[in-house]
């Protein structure tokens, strides 16, 4: 199954330059380009992208309120936003995963990485392995924004305790061949409880399970 990808950046030139490398791939496409927020919306509700790579700062309507605004669409429900910026924009880059962003790469990520983060969120996961991202996410979990009910312990009723043991190692950054090392679990059986986790909780992906993790207590953010 292809996957496609919509562009949001108001740099022409990195655009092309991104299509071009997508394109190359025989298991990607880009289906529209956007130079602003308020185009990539627009486009994205027309073409239903499964993957909206968006920058920060732009023009007019900028990266983030356009993610707020696709992450909360319901007729996007499959569609996930990654994050370009530099690490220089931290708060900013906290405020989308709080809108529903599955991560986020900097801008002078290796076409090697770039095309394995688009696989990585296409797939359901979220690019929370860095050290860089493991930071980022503690920092917006210890001062989450103004008015965000913590949510209640009780949410996680319906785990499993294993379900809750995967959720937990997940959430300290760790791949699910990392949990399956170990645990001495296959990459599948994780896999598959981590999926039945956040399909409980109503999670989009796994970076909304991991602020759930914290949100709810089974974690503890660390300085």
Do not use: W
């Not at 499964?50 to 983030?64: A, E, F, Q």
């Amino acid at each position: 199954m292809t996957i496609t990808v919509l562009l949001a950046d108001d740099q022409a030139l990195l655009r092309a330059t991104f299509r071009i490398l997508i394109d190359s791939c025989t298991d990607m496409t880009v289906v529209a380009e956007a130079s602003n927020g308020a185009e990539a919306v627009t486009q994205a509700r027309a073409h239903r992208p499964d993957i909206v790579l968006m920058d920060i700062r732009m023009p007019g309507t900028d990266g983030l309120a356009a993610t707020t605004t696709l992450c909360a669409d319901p007729e996007l429900s499959t569609t996930r936003v990654l994050i370009l910026t530099t690490f220089e924009t931290e708060d900013y880059v906290a405020l989308a995963l709080r809108a529903g962003a599955s991560g986020f790469l900097g801008k002078d990520v290796t076409a090697d990485a770039l095309l394995a983060g688009l696989r990585t969120v296409a797939s359901g996961e979220s690019l929370l392995s860095p050290v860089a991202t493991r930071s980022l996410i503690t920092r917006f979990l210890l001062s989450p924004a103004p008015g965000t009910a913590v949510a209640a312990p009780e949410r996680l009723e319906d785990l499993t305790s294993r379900e809750r043991e995967m959720m937990a190692l997940a959430a300290e950054g760790r791949s699910n061949t990392e949990i399956a090392e170990l645990l001495t679990l296959s990459p599948l059986t994780v896999r598959t409880h981590i999926h039945r986790a956040m399909t409980k909780l109503g999670a989009r992906d796994r970076a909304q399970l991991v602020v759930i993790a914290y949100q709810t207590a089974l974690v503890q953010p660390t300085l």
